[in-house]
C-alpha cells in the first residue's frame, strides 16, 4: 500500500468512525465550543472597551484641561479666553470653550414628577464648541433659546421620554428637544462617592444664554474646557494655567482629562472587569477542556481492542494510532469551529449589552484574531492531547493484552478489592448503580469533575449575582430601615439648627417630623500602611433621632465621642471596636472657611451597611469640628396621610435647599443596576448551563454505550427496561450528587477568590459577602443531579431497539 | 467435591419447579429471516422441536447453522418470523415484550459463552442477581447454595477480573442455577475455555440435567454433544438429524477434543 492509499484508507476507517459516533462527536465538539467560545467572547470585551472610550472621548473632544472657577465665582464671557490666550503654550491649545456650569434642581412635573438636583451647562451647539461636545443620542439639539438637551442616563433611569418639559428651580419650565450626553458625564458617581446615581443628578446641556437666564448670570461664565495639540505637554500647559489664574486673582482648579471620573472609571474598569471575564473563561474553558479530555478519552478507550489487533496482525503502531487520533482532530475541527460560532453568538451579546450598558456615541466591536486564535490553539490542543493519551496507553501494552475480552473490565485497585468485602444492603439491582461507580473511580472521578467544573462555573456566576444581591439588599434595607418614605434634605451650606431655613422645612406641610444633622468629607488614614479611604461623615443624634445607623458589632449607641464605621472601611483601616482610627477632616474655621485637621477617634461600634464609604458620629461632636449648633441635612418624615414625594414637592424651591432624596430611591436605583448586571450574568449563565447539560448528557451516554453488554444481560434476565433504567438514572444521581459537591464546593471557593481579590479593585467601596441563595444551588442541584438523572430518559429508544441476542454476543 | 473442585449436584432447595409439566418446549413451523442490507437471511427454516421436561439436549452445527438463533426463540430473546415457540405453556411467539420479559425472568436461564457477568459485582453478588431477577426469597442463601454447588465458595469474595475463565463461567452457571427456572440454555458454554475447565463445566451442566432441570446446550463441537440425552443437528438453519448421539450416550471422562 503505498503511503497516498493508506492515509486514504485511515482517513475513510476514520470516517466511518465519525458516522457511527456522530452524536458523541458533535456532542463533544459543542462542549469544547462553549468552552473556547465563552473564553474567545470575554476576551474581546476589554478590547472593545477601550476602543470605543477612545473614539467617543474623541469624537465628543473630551477637554484634556478645565478651568473651574470656585463656587460662586462667574467672570464676564472671553475673559477666560483672554486669559489662555496668554499663556506661552498657547499656541500648542487646539480648541477652547467657555461655559456656564451651575447646580440647580428641577422637576419634570406630570404624573411621574421627579424633583432632583440638577447641573446646568450653559455651551455652545455650533461650531464655536468643539470641546466636550454633546451627542444628541435622541431627538435633535436646541435650535432657539429656552431649549435643552437633557443628559440619556437621567432620562433612562427616570424612564423619561425624549423630549418634554422640566421646571428648573422655582422657575421657569425648559424645552428639552433631545437627550444627550457631553464625555465628562459617560458616569456619574453620585456625591457620597456612591455608585447606581444615574437618577440622581439631571443635567441639562443648554445654549450659554438660556443658561446664563435661568442663573440669573447674564454674560457670565464659570468653566473652560480645551483641548490640546497632539505632542502638547499637558503638565507644562496646566501649569502655566494655575500660575495666570493665580495671577489673575481668580479662585480656580485647573484639572486635567485624568482626574474626570468618567474617564477615570470607564478606563480603571476595563481591566478589572476583564479580570473577572477571564477568570470565568477560564474556569468554563477548564470545565469544557476537563469534559472534552474525559469524553475523547472514553470514545478512544473503546477502540483498543482494536489497536490491539492491528498490533497483532503486525501493523505499525504510528499507522494505528492515526485512526484514534483522527477522533480527536474531527472533535478539535468541529469544536473550534463551532467554538468561533459561539464566541461570535456570546461576542454579539455582550456587545449589545455593553452598547445599552455604557452609553457612548461610538461603539467598536472589530473582530479580535488574537483572542479567537488563543481560543482555537487551546480548543485543537484539548482533545487531540486527549485522544494521544490513551492512544499512547493503548501502544504500549502487549497485543494480547489489548484483544482479551473484558479489556475494560476495571483492573484489581485497592477500592475495587476494598469494595468487594462490603456487604451492602438491599437486591444486586439496588447496589449495582453504586458498585458501577466504584468500581473505575478514575473513570467517575473524571466525570464527576467535568460536570463539577461546569458547576462551578455556574455557582461562581450566580453566587456572584446573590453575594452582590444581598449585599444591596442589606444596603438598601439598612438605608430605609422599614420607613421608605424618609426624605434626605441636603442643604446648600450650613445653617444654626434654629434657623428660618431648617424651620420653613420643619413646618413644611405634609412633614411631621424632622432631624437634623451634618454630612461632612473625611478621609481615613489606615495603619500600618498609608492607605487612605474616603468617607462621607455622618452626624446623628445617637439617642434622639428617628433614624440611626444599625450597629452589628459594638455596644448600643449613645451620646459621646467616637466614630462607627462599615465593616469594610474597619477591615481595609486595620481597626476593630475600641480601637482607634486617623481622620483628615475639615475643621470650621469662620462663618464659611475651613481648615483641615488630623484627629484620633475611637471606633465605637461598626454599622450594618455594607457600603465603606458611610461613617456615623453623635450630633454632639460636631463641636470637635467647629460645627457646634449648625446644620447641612435634614431627615424629614411624611405626615401620616402624606408621602416622600409630598415631601420632596413642599421643599422644593424652599430657601436654602439643595436636593432632597427619599432613601426609598437607593434601594430603587440599586434594583434598576442590578438588572442591567444580570443580564451580563445571565449571557454566561446560560453558556455554563447548556454546557454541563451537554456535560451530563454525554458522560451518561457514553456510559449506556460501555454498559450495554450488561443492561442487555439483565434484560436477558427478564428485567424490565424501567428496571435497566432505574439503575442508570440511580448511578448518574451518585455521580451527580458527587459532581454538584464538588461543583458547589469549588464555585464557593472560586466565589471568595473573585470577592476576596477581584472585587476589591472593581468594588472597593463595598463589603461583599460571600452568600450562595438557596436558588443557586436548586439551579446547581439540578444541573448536576437532574440533567445527570434524566440524561437517561433521551436514550429510552435507544435502549428499546437494543438488539439483545447480538449484544449479548459482542465481544466488547 | 470431585477433583476439579466441583461439588455433587444438590436437587434440593434451588430447584423447586423442576418437574413441572411448564418445562416442555414446543416449537411448530418457526422461521426467522432477517434483512442485512439488501439480502434477506434465512436463519431458521420451519423448525419444529419438542423438548420434554428434565431433559438434556445438544444443539450442534457448523458455525452460522442458527443454533444460536435457535437458543434465543427458546430463550424469548427473540421473535420467529413464522411459527409458533411455546415454553413453559406459554408461547413466546405471540407474547409481548412484557410477557417475555417474565418468561425469562421466570422459567428460563442462560449460559454465555462469554460469561456476560457483570464486573462491578463480586461472584457471590452476580450469583445473587440470578436469584433476584427471578424474585426469589432468601437470594442470598440461594446465591450461596449455588456458588458452594459450582464449587466456588471460597471465591465468592471475588470480582470477576479476578476469576480464571472457567471459574467465570462456572458463576454464571451458577446465576443460572439461582434463579431456580427450570430450564437452563447454555450457549457455547465452553467455547471461551481450554479442555480443563470446559470438562468442568460441562460436568456441572449434566449433574443439572440428571436433577431434573431442562439443559439445552449450544455447541459447533460434536464431541460435547456425546454426552447429552438427545442430539439436534442443525444445517443452514433447518434440522437435519434429532436423535440419542451417534455411537450412544459418553462418559464425560471419555471425552476428547
Known amino acids: ?812 | 467435591m470431585d477433583d476439579t473442585g466441583v461439588t455433587e449436584a444438590q436437587p434440593s432447595g434451588i430447584d423447586a419447579r423442576i418437574g413441572h409439566d411448564g418445562t416442555r418446549i414446543d416449537l411448530d413451523g418457526v422461521t426467522k429471516r432477517y434483512r442485512i442490507g439488501e439480502v434477506d437471511v434465512t436463519a431458521l427454516e420451519d423448525i419444529n422441536l419438542h423438548v420434554d421436561a428434565a431433559a438434556f439436549v445438544a444443539i450442534v452445527g457448523p458455525s452460522g447453522c442458527g443454533k444460536t438463533t435457535l437458543l434465543n426463540m427458546i430463550g424469548a430473546l427473540d421473535v420467529p418470523t413464522s411459527g409458533t415457540v411455546r415454553v413453559g405453556g406459554i408461547e413466546a411467539s405471540g407474547a409481548s415484550p412484557g410477557e417475555r420479559a417474565k418468561l425469562r425472568r421466570h422459567t428460563v436461564s442462560f449460559i454465555f459463552q462469554t460469561f456476560n457477568l457483570f464486573p462491578s459485582l463480586t461472584a457471590f453478588e452476580n450469583v445473587r442477581f440470578g436469584a433476584d431477577a427471578a424474585q426469589q426469597q432468601d437470594s442470598a442463601g440461594r446465591a450461596e447454595e449455588a456458588l458452594a454447588q459450582v464449587g466456588l465458595a471460597e471465591r465468592s469474595r471475588h470480582f470477576p477480573h479476578q476469576l480464571s475463565g472457567g471459574e467465570q463461567q462456572r458463576v454464571a452457571i451458577a446465576r443460572a442455577l439461582a434463579s431456580g427456572n427450570p430450564i437452563l440454555l447454555a450457549d457455547e458454554p465452553t467455547g471461551e475455555l481450554d479442555f480443563r475447565t470446559g470438562v468442568q463445566i460441562l460436568r456441572v451442566l449434566e449433574e443439572q440435567a440428571r436433577a431434573g432441570m431442562t439443559v439445552l446446550v449450544v455447541t459447533h463441537n460434536r464431541e460435547i454433544a456425546r454426552i447429552a440425552d438427545r442430539v439436534i443437528s442443525l444445517s443452514s438453519g433447518r434440522i437435519v438429524g434429532d436423535g440419542p448421539p451417534p455411537g450412544g450416550k459418553a462418559n464425560i471422562d471419555d471425552l476428547q477434543w
Not at chain 1, 478606563?267 to 468554563?284: G, T
Not at chain 1, 470514545?299 to 483498543?304: D, I
Not at chain 1, 492531547?385 to 476495571?410: D, F, M, Q, Y
Not at chain 1, 468617607?535 to 450597629?551: N, S
Open chain 1, 1 to 812: 500500500m503505498t503511503t497516498g492509499s493508506s492515509l486514504g484508507f485511515w482517513l475513510r476507517w476514520s470516517w466511518s468512525d465519525l458516522r457511527s459516533r456522530w452524536v458523541a462527536v458533535v456532542v463533544i465538539a459543542l462542549v469544547l465550543a462553549i468552552g473556547t467560545g465563552v473564553y474567545a467572547g470575554l476576551g474581546s470585551t476589554a478590547t472593545w472597551r477601550r476602543l470605543s472610550n477612545d473614539a467617543s472621548f474623541g469624537q465628543l473632544g473630551m477637554h484634556d484641561l478645565r478651568v473651574t472657577l470656585s463656587p460662586g465665582t462667574f467672570v464676564d464671557e472671553a475673559t477666560l479666553l483672554e486669559l489662555m490666550s496668554t499663556l506661552d503654550g498657547a499656541s500648542r491649545i487646539e480648541a477652547a470653550a467657555e461655559r456656564l456650569v451651575v447646580d440647580s434642581q428641577v422637576d419634570t412635573g406630570g404624573d411621574t414628577s421627579v424633583l432632583v438636583p440638577a447641573r446646568l451647562v450653559g455651551m455652545a451647539f455650533d461650531e464655536r464648541q468643539a470641546v466636550d461636545t454633546v451627542w444628541i443620542r435622541d431627538g435633535r439639539a436646541p435650535s432657539t433659546d429656552g431649549e435643552a438637551v437633557l443628559e440619556a442616563k437621567f432620562a433612562d433611569d427616570r424612564d423619561l421620554p425624549d423630549q418634554g418639559s422640566l421646571a428648573v428651580g422655582s422657575g421657569p419650565t425648559v424645552q428639552y428637544t433631545g437627550l444627550g450626553i457631553a464625555p465628562e458625564d459617560f458616569f456619574y458617581e453620585g456625591p457620597e462617592g456612591t455608585i447606581f446615581a444615574e437618577g440622581e443628578l439631571a443635567i441639562l446641556y443648554l445654549p450659554l444664554a438660556t443658561a446664563q437666564n435661568l442663573a440669573d448670570r447674564p454674560g457670565a461664565i464659570n468653566d473652560l474646557v480645551l483641548t490640546l495639540a497632539e505632542g502638547a505637554d499637558r503638565d507644562e500647559i496646566q501649569a502655566q494655567l494655575r500660575s495666570a489664574v493665580g495671577v489673575s486673582g481668580l479662585g480656580a482648579t485647573v484639572s486635567t482629562r485624568d482626574d474626570n471620573d468618567a474617564v477615570r472609571v470607564l478606563y480603571e474598569d476595563i481591566d478589572n472587569d476583564q479580570r473577572f471575564w477571564n477568570a470565568l473563561s477560564a474556569l468554563v474553558l477548564g470545565a469544557a477542556a476537563l469534559a472534552a479530555f474525559n469524553l475523547v478519552n472514553r470514545v478512544v478507550e473503546a477502540q483498543r481492542r482494536e489497536i490491539g489487533i492491528g498490533m497483532a496482525l503486525g501493523v505499525p503502531r504510528k499507522q494505528l494510532a492515526i485512526r484514534p487520533l483522527l477522533i480527536g482532530m474531527q472533535v478539535a475541527v468541529l469544536g473550534t469551529l463551532a467554538g468561533i460560532g459561539v464566541g461570535l453568538l456570546i461576542g454579539n451579546a455582550f456587545g449589545n449589552l455593553l452598547e445599552s450598558f455604557l452609553p457612548l456615541p461610538d461603539h467598536r466591536q472589530p473582530f479580535q484574531f488574537g483572542v479567537y486564535a488563543q481560543a482555537a490553539a487551546l480548543g485543537l490542543l484539548v482533545p487531540i492531547v486527549a485522544s494521544a493519551l490513551p492512544v499512547w496507553r493503548a501502544l504500549r501494552v502487549e497485543p494480547i493484552e489489548a484483544i482479551r475480552t473484558g479489556h475494560l473490565t476495571a483492573k484489581s485497585s485497592r477500592l475495587t478489592d476494598w469494595t468487594g468485602k462490603l456487604r451492602l444492603p438491599g437486591s444486586t439491582m439496588t447496589q449495582m448503580p453504586l458498585r458501577n461507580v466504584l468500581r473505575n473511580p478514575r473513570r467517575t472521578t473524571l466525570t464527576a469533575l467535568g460536570v463539577a467544573a461546569a458547576i462551578t462555573a455556574l455557582v461562581g456566576v450566580l453566587g456572584m449575582l446573590d453575594s452582590f444581591n444581598r449585599t444591596l439588599d442589606e444596603g438598601s434595607a439598612e438605608f430605609t430601615k422599614g420607613d421608605r418614605d424618609r426624605v434626605v434634605v441636603q442643604l446648600d451650606t450650613f445653617y444654626p439648627a434654629g434657623s428660618d431655613v431648617v424651620s420653613a422645612i420643619a413646618d413644611a406641610p405634609t412633614i411631621s417630623a424632622t432631624d437634623t444633622g451634618l454630612r461632612l468629607p473625611a478621609t481615613a488614614l489606615a495603619t500600618p500602611s498609608d492607605d487612605e479611604l474616603d468617607l462621607l461623615l455622618e452626624f446623628v443624634d445617637f439617642e434622639q433621632a428617628a433614624w440611626t445607623p444599625t450597629i452589628i458589632d459594638g455596644p448600643p449607641l449613645a451620646s459621646g465621642p467616637g466614630v462607627v464605621v462599615a465593616q469594610k472601611a474597619a477591615d481595609d483601616l486595620g481597626t476593630a471596636v475600641g480601637e482607634t482610627v486617623t481622620l483628615r477632616h475639615p475643621i470650621r474655621t469662620g462663618p464659611l472657611s475651613f481648615a483641615l485637621a488630623e484627629s484620633e477617634f475611637t471606633v465605637v461600634g461598626i454599622h450594618a451597611n455594607p457600603i465603606r464609604t458611610f461613617a456615623f458620629l453623635d450630633l454632639g461632636a460636631a463641636d470637635d469640628f467647629g460645627l457646634g449648633g449648625v446644620v447641612n441635612l435634614v431627615q424629614a418624615y411624611p405626615s401620616a396621610e402624606g408621602s416622600a414625594t409630598d415631601v420632596q414637592r413642599a421643599v422644593f424651591g424652599l430657601p436654602g435647599v439643595a436636593s432632597s432624596q427619599p432613601v426609598s430611591r437607593i434601594s430603587e436605583a440599586i434594583d434598576k443596576a442590578l438588572d442591567q448586571f444580570l443580564s451580563f450574568f445571565i449571557v454566561t449563565a446560560l453558556a455554563v448551563l447548556t454546557l454541563a447539560v451537554l456535560i451530563s448528557f454525554n458522560a451518561t451516554r457514553i456510559t449506556v454505550e460501555e454498559r450495554q453488554r450488561e443492561h442487555a444481560t439483565m434484560r436477558a434476565f427478564g428485567f424490565p427496561l424501567r428496571s435497566v433504567l432505574g439503575v442508570v438514572i440511580k448511578e448518574g444521581v451518585v455521580v451527580g450528587v458527587v459532581a454538584t459537591v464538588l461543583g458547589v464546593a469549588g464555585g464557593a471557593f472560586f466565589l471568595r477568590w473573585m470577592l476576596s481579590s477581584l472585587a476589591t479593585t472593581t468594588l472597593p467601596d463595598v463589603g461583599i459577602d460571600l452568600y450562595l441563595s438557596p436558588t443557586t444551588l436548586a439551579i446547581a442541584a439540578a444541573v448536576g443531579i437532574a440533567a445527570v438523572a434524566i440524561a437517561p430518559l433521551f436514550l429510552i429508544r435507544r435502549l428499546r431497539r437494543m438488539n439483545l441476542p447480538d449484544t449479548l454476543r459482542v465481544m466488547e
